[in-house]
């Protein structure tokens, strides 16, 4: 084995395990896949020994790969957080944070005024925020932490609740008036439904049952603002967070599309890992969104 390893081979295949290939290694890294590919080779030629065995479809690590990956893993973690510590004690407030969120109303409307006040307060600090319904893995993926709607189960993941929304069925007076409100969650079968990622809706009553029900959908979109539009102009029912139709439902423009049953309500949490070095500037973002959110009336 040579004693002259490549550091920058080492983080390239690091980046390769943790991607899963080596296109997506090579775009985190911002090289080719030709060349990914050439350091990897290289690599095992210098340690004397297989890494990885692989196909035109798959990788995966061999035994001695399996072990050479832990320990590069975990060495260059603490790297990362020495560095860190380094540039925390000279520069705590400056920096860059990574945040991926819902978007929506929540992102646009409450997220987006949060981080501005956030931004007055902390002229130093970028935030470079992006809005994505995806499923973010925390444990490689560069953010600093995510904002997502649901319950994780991931128990690296630190879950900070932010808020919990309100959800409701809601129509047109004109749509309600043509097919009626709807008054148990199976007669969605038969009405115009306008949904977003998801189809599969829960529901509950006062009596504590539950039902939930895989709707059939004449419109699918991600994006709640025309999901509003539609129902405004009276195309079907749709499944919206209560405080973002608080005027709608106050200028009579639309309305409870259902009797006797309500959504159960959506947890929203702030979620980070666990087990990765938090800069100070992360830690007073979290906690300022935290308190921030829990202060506001949605």
């Known amino acids: 084995m040579s004693n002259n390893l490549s550091l920058s081979d080492i983080k390239t295949f690091v980046a390769i395990v943790s991607q899963g290939n080596l296109t997506k290694a090579a775009e985190q890294l911002g090289s ?10 290289q690599l095992e030629k210098d340690m004397g020994v297989q890494l990885l065995t692989r196909t035109t479809r798959t990788q995966k690590l061999t035994e001695a790969g399996e072990v050479f990956y832990q320990t590069c893993h975990n060495s260059l973690q603490a790297i990362e957080k020495a560095a860190a510590n380094v540039l ?3 520069n705590a407030m400056t920096g860059t944070i990574n945040i991926n969120s819902l978007g929506g109303v929540f992102g646009e409307d409450y997220l987006a ?3 501005a006040e956030f931004s007055l307060q902390h002229p130093n600090i970028r935030t470079n925020l992006s809005f994505e319904s995806r499923h973010v893995n925390l444990i490689d993926e560069q953010y600093d932490f995510v904002i997502r709607a649901g319950e994780p189960s991931d128990s690296r993941l630190v879950c900070r609740p932010l808020m919990t929304m309100e ?12 097919y009626g409100t709807v008054v148990h969650p199976d007669e969605l079968s038969q009405h115009r439904c306008l949904a977003g990622p998801i189809v599969k809706w829960q529901f509950q009553n006062s009596r504590g049952e539950q039902k939930d029900i895989l709707i059939p959908t004449v419109m699918n979109c991600n994006n709640s603002r025309v ?8 195309s079907g029912i749709t499944r919206l967070p209560s405080f973002y139709l608080k005027r709608d439902l106050e200028e009579k423009t639309l309305a409870p599309a259902i009797k006797g049953w309500f959504i159960t ?3 929203v949490h702030l979620i980070y890992n666990k087990l990765h070095y ?8 979290i906690n300022f969104l935290c308190d921030w959110f829990s202060k506001k009336i949605i």
């Open 32 to 41: 080719s896949r030709a060349h990914v590919s050439r350091q990897l080779s």
């Open 88 to 90: 925390e004690m000279t």
């Open 113 to 115: 005024k949060a981080l």
């Open 167 to 178: 959800m409701g069925l809601f129509a047109s007076p004109e749509y309600l008036e043509k």
């Open 227 to 234: 999901l509003r539009q539609f129902a405004l102009e009276g």
């Open 265 to 267: 309500p959506i947890p």
């Open 278 to 285: 938090q800069p100070e500037r992360v830690k007073v973002l």
